[in-house]
């Protein structure tokens, strides 16, 4: 990526309509102390000091977009409860429209509560419902979606298996997307991958990526095969495999994998950097950017998000500064083509 090539690209991030389809969800943190263990289990006793609710799954996606500048359209299923209250209170404050965020009284909204104590996450509990929409309710969201899908520049797939993504609703919107010439990238469900058929982008991790093509990733042989294999049976634009410390592979039709290392100087929590690598990666293709340009800009988002506890944005001077930060300290100098 050329120097010149950081300022062409933030300064057009922000032009852009982006519509996120998706799981929506509430992200509870109640953050405390330990200092002795439960006389009535072999468990600790967390003593809550504070508490915070977050938007997260697909709505964490709409809030980085919102973020960087671009509008998003948050479009997904919401029940009729008190964490519905939370989430349009949040979408407002964040100045993301809930119109397109539909409410089933038979649904209850997705929520997941992390209890951290010292900064290390102690335990998870999730209240969810992760049936497949009924055929009404999948008709409702594809109207929603035929609504505005021809003043929109993207669309995001965020997959986290709750139901919302069914086959046929992704064969619909791809389909309506491809005659449209409309970028779409997946950040993907690994049991539903063979529905991710010729999207523009899917960005597993190196877990999911593996288990989808069946081999388990330990070295770069492995991992040549399965983004190239994945790639070829899916036949996708592009697949960007998102590899904890090592970085991430972006493989593409016709081309040799690029290899980006990570840029993240400290990680306090990776809590929705799959979320904020998608909305970069998309933001920045919004915004003239290559596939390889992308790809090196999302890392550099990554590498903001994950110094801060829990799921995090990233801003446009945030992303500059960092992508300038890198470029003088020659970390792009790793990136690269064919090998690892």
Not at 251 to 265: E, K, M, N, V, Y
Request: overall charge negative; proline content about 4%.
């Amino acid at each position: 990526m050329l120097p010149e090539r950081v300022p062409e690209i933030t300064s057009r991030i922000g032009k852009a309509k982006i519509l996120i389809l998706g799981d929506i969800m509430l992200d509870e943190y109640l953050l405390g102390s330990v200092d002795r263990i439960s006389p009535e289990a072999p468990v600790p006793v967390v003593e809550i000091s504070s508490s915070k609710t977050l938007l997260g799954g697909s709505a964490n996606v709409a809030a980085n977009v919102q973020s960087l500048g671009d509008q998003p359209m948050l479009l997904g299923i919401a029940g009729e409860d008190e964490a519905s209250v939370k989430l349009s209170q949040l979408l407002k404050k964040r100045g993301i429209s809930s119109d397109f965020v539909i409410q089933d009284s038979d649904r209850q909204t997705t929520v997941k509560t992390r209890i951290i104590a010292h900064s290390q996450q102690v335990v998870r509990a999730d209240r969810e419902d992760r049936r497949e929409l009924s055929p009404e309710l999948e008709r409702r969201v594809f109207k929603r979606f035929m609504s505005v899908v021809d003043d929109i520049n993207a669309v995001v797939i965020s997959d986290y298996g709750k139901g919302v993504i069914t086959a046929s609703l992704l064969e619909k919107v791809i389909g309506n997307c491809q005659q449209r010439n409309i970028f779409v990238a997946v950040d993907p469900k690994e049991t539903h991958f063979n529905n991710y058929r010729e999207v523009s982008l899917i960005t597993p991790n190196h877990h999911e990526a593996g288990f989808a093509y069946g081999r388990r990733i330990h070295n770069e042989t492995d991992l040549l095969e399965v983004g190239n294999g994945l790639l070829q049976r899916l036949n996708a634009q592009s697949i960007l495999i998102t590899r904890g410390p090592d970085g991430m592979s972006l493989f593409q039709r016709d081309q040799q994998p690029t290899h980006i290392p990570t840029f993240a100087q400290k990680v306090f929590d990776v809590t929705g950097a799959g979320d904020t690598v998608i909305a970069v990666f998309v933001s920045a293709v919004c915004a003239g950017a290559d596939l390889a340009e992308a790809a090196i800009v999302a890392n550099a988002g990554a590498g903001v998000t994950v110094a801060e506890v829990g799921t995090a944005t990233v801003k446009t001077a945030q992303l500059e500064l960092a992508l300038k930060q890198n470029i003088e300290n020659g970390n792009l100098d790793s990136v690269n083509t064919g090998r690892v």
